[in-house]
């Protein structure tokens, strides 16, 4: 915080704007009508959990403190900009990806100008998107077993078929030997073992 003064930052501001995160409901269950369905917040959440879990356990060296804000970071722009799909099944529609990620990455300057760390979170949010380090890698793996597991989840306590999410994480999106392992488990768990 070096360049302004801590009695000029709004902490609360800044923690109410990303308390919204918990009532901003995830657009891709609100689209398949899911009973009671995840928040921004609570599928932030467990990506951390599996960053803070799985970077200890790949086969290779991992920052697990960059991966965790990753995690944490990554649909954070969406408390001013909204969830927006742009992957259904196994297709991206690209041109809404990039849209998207430039609003999201106004949102995070936004939000985190607050407390005067945009240049930090902003340079962190570009390299997440950029995919260019393993860590950025190894985060979009986890952001969709996270939502296997989340669409497993579903299914069981809801008797929904959610089938294009399984196929949106697909094992052309898991790469790492142990995600995808892991990702193959929630497979079998499907009814019928899909």
Do not use: C
Request: hydrophobic share 40%.
């Amino acid at each position: 915080m070096a360049n302004m003064p801590h009695n000029k930052v709004n902490y609360v501001d800044f923690l109410k704007t990303v308390g919204r995160s918990k009532r901003l409901l995830r657009s891709g269950w609100v689209r398949e009508k899911v009973k009671d369905p995840e928040s921004v917040a609570e599928h932030s959440f467990r990506v951390g959990v599996l960053a803070m879990i799985f970077a200890d356990k790949l086969g290779y060296k991992l920052n697990k403190e960059k991966l965790m804000k990753m995690a944490l970071l990554h649909d954070l722009g969406e408390v001013i900009t909204e969830d927006t799909v742009i992957e259904r099944w196994d297709m991206v529609d690209l041109k809404k990806r990039e849209e998207k990620e430039q609003k999201e990455r106004e949102g995070i300057k936004k939000i985190f100008g607050k407390i005067d760390e945009a240049g930090t979170y902003l340079a962190l949010y570009d390299e997440m998107i950029g995919r260019t380090s393993d860590e950025a890698q190894v985060f979009w793996q986890l952001d969709k077993l996270e939502m296997a597991l989340q669409a497993l989840e579903y299914e069981d306590e809801q008797g929904k078929s959610l089938e294009e999410f399984f196929v949106n994480a697909s094992l052309t999106n898991i790469r790492d030997s142990l995600l995808k392992e892991t990702f193959e488990k929630i497979l079998k768990s499907r009814k019928g073992g899909k």
